[in-house]
C-alpha cells in the first residue's frame, strides 16, 4: 500500500494553469477509473473536486479538470484564483480493495 | 445537509486505546461505506479503514491491521474506530469520511467531518 507519487510543491501566477501529476501502479491508478482528487486549504477538511478521473461534483468550478494516461494521473487548474492556494490529494482504489492517496501536493498562487 | 461529527480524541499514552465515534445525519447512513482517513502532523492523508452499509465487511490499512476496529450502529447513525496497542505514529486527526455512492461503493469520498485529534505521548 505504497504512497501514489505526488510532488511536493507547484506554484502559479493568478490567471495561469497548473498541472498536479499522481503516479501509481498497474494495481491501482493504472487498473481502475477510480481515481479521485481533494483540495484541502489550511485547517479545514478535504473537499472532494474530482472523481473518476475527470468528473466534477456539483459545485466545482469547471477550471478544475482530470485525466489519466497509464499509471499516472492528473489534476490541472486553468485561471489560477488565490483562493486555490490549498493541499491537494489523489487518490485510487486498488486491488487490495483499499484506497491510497498520494503524498499532497502544496499549490502556492504567486 | 449531510453532517459527520467526530468524537472522541485525545491525549494516550504509547500501548493504549481510544474509541473514536462519528456521529452522521442528513442522509441514509446504513446505505453507505464509511470510511476513516488520517493525516498525521506534517504528512498527507492515509486511508485507515472502511465498513461496508450494513457492516457485513471491513478492511483495513496494513499500519493498523489487528490493532484497529471499525464497527456501526445504524439505529444510532454513528460510526466507530476502536484503536488499541497505539503507536506515536497514529498520532494524527481522524476524520470520518462517507463514500459518495449511493447504490454500490463509488470509493471516493463526499464528505468528511472535522476531525478529532488523537495524540500519543508518553
Known amino acids: 500500500q505504497s504512497a501514489l507519487t505526488q510532488p511536493p510543491s507547484v506554484s502559479g501566477s493568478p490567471g495561469q494553469s497548473v498541472t498536479i501529476s499522481c503516479t501509481g501502479t498497474s494495481s491501482d491508478v493504472g487498473r481502475y477509473n477510480r481515481v479521485s482528487w481533494y483540495q484541502q486549504p489550511p485547517g479545514t477538511a478535504p473537499k472532494l473536486i474530482i472523481y473518476e478521473v475527470s468528473n466534477r461534483p456539483s459545485g466545482v468550478p469547471d477550471r478544475f479538470s482530470g485525466s489519466k494516461s497509464g499509471n499516472t494521473a492528473s489534476l490541472t487548474i486553468s485561471g489560477l484564483q488565490a483562493e486555490d492556494e490549498a493541499d491537494y490529494y489523489c487518490?485510487?482504489?486498488?486491488?487490495?480493495?483499499?484506497?491510497?492517496f498520494g503524498g499532497g501536493t502544496k499549490l502556492t498562487v504567486l | 445537509e449531510v453532517q459527520l461529527v467526530e468524537s472522541g480524541g485525545g491525549l494516550v499514552q504509547p500501548g493504549g486505546s481510544l474509541r473514536l465515534s462519528c456521529s452522521a445525519s442528513?442522509?441514509?447512513?446504513?446505505?453507505?461505506?464509511m470510511y476513516w482517513v488520517r493525516r498525521a502532523p506534517g504528512k498527507g492523508l492515509q486511508y485507515v479503514s472502511a465498513l461496508t452499509g450494513y457492516g457485513g465487511t471491513a478492511y483495513y490499512a496494513d499500519s493498523v491491521e489487528g490493532r484497529f476496529t471499525i464497527s456501526r450502529d445504524n439505529s444510532k447513525n454513528t460510526l466507530y474506530l476502536q484503536m488499541s496497542s497505539l503507536r506515536a505514529e497514529d498520532t494524527a486527526v481522524y476524520y470520518c469520511v462517507k463514500d459518495r455512492g449511493a447504490v454500490a461503493p463509488s470509493f471516493d469520498f463526499d464528505y468528511w467531518g472535522q476531525g478529532t485529534l488523537v495524540t500519543l505521548s508518553s
Open positions: 487518490s485510487s482504489y486498488t486491488s487490495s480493495s483499499t484506497v491510497v
Open positions: 442528513g442522509f441514509t447512513f446504513a446505505n453507505y461505506v
